[in-house]
């Protein structure tokens, strides 16, 4: 994923991507190009090192009999980033069986899924929130 367009020379890279897609870990580094105009690290880049993570992980997991969809984001910027920030991001069986039992005959489903992004002295920098769409796909999508 260190080679997708959208992360390639961002200072974005993924540390870590389970083989299983259940847990993943990434950092932005605190570059002259990752930072804002006071000198902190860019909004856009932070929630960007986010912004994909949980429908991939969700629609790995699901797998092809779903369709899976970002619906929604917020993020709410609680200290100023500085030095390299990391969000972190693990997906549980039982988010998963909440998710197929929800969905069951078609239902759409709209749930939200946190992630903190942390500075490496533990300061949590920002909240970030993502809203999926999850639902069957028709047996005419399948």
């Given at each position: 994923?260190?080679?997708?367009?959208?992360?390639?020379?961002?200072?974005?890279?993924?540390?870590?991507?389970?083989?299983?897609?259940?847990?993943?870990?990434?950092?932005?580094?605190?570059?002259?190009?990752?930072?804002?105009?006071?000198?902190?690290?860019?909004?856009?880049?932070?929630?960007?090192?986010?912004?994909?993570?949980?429908?991939?992980m969700v629609l790995?997991?699901?797998?092809?009999?779903?369709?899976?969809?970002?619906?929604?984001?917020?993020?709410?910027?609680?200290?100023?980033?500085?030095?390299?920030?990391?969000?972190?991001?693990?997906?549980?069986?039982?988010?998963?069986?909440?998710?197929?039992?929800?969905?069951?005959?078609?239902?759409k489903v709209l749930?939200?899924?946190?992630?903190?992004?942390?500075?490496?002295?533990?300061?949590?920098?920002?909240?970030?929130?993502?809203?999926?769409?999850?639902?069957?796909?028709?047996?005419?999508?399948?």
């Amino acid at each position: 994923m260190n080679l997708w367009p959208p992360f390639l020379f961002t200072g974005i890279r993924v540390q870590h991507l389970s083989d299983d897609f259940r847990s993943t870990r990434v950092v932005l580094r605190h570059t002259p190009l990752t930072s804002n105009y006071v000198g902190t690290a860019f909004g856009g880049s932070v929630f960007a090192m986010t912004d994909p993570f949980w429908m991939i992980m969700v629609l790995r997991n699901l797998g092809p009999d779903y369709v899976v969809w970002d619906r929604a984001a917020q993020i709410e910027f609680v200290a100023p980033g500085r030095g390299r920030l990391t969000a972190t991001f693990g997906l549980t069986e039982d988010v998963l069986d909440e998710l197929r039992e929800a969905a069951a005959g078609g239902a759409k489903v709209l749930r939200w899924f946190s992630t903190d992004v942390v500075a490496d002295d533990g300061t949590v920098v920002a909240r970030v929130r993502k809203q999926l769409y999850v639902r069957e796909k028709r047996p005419s999508q399948a």
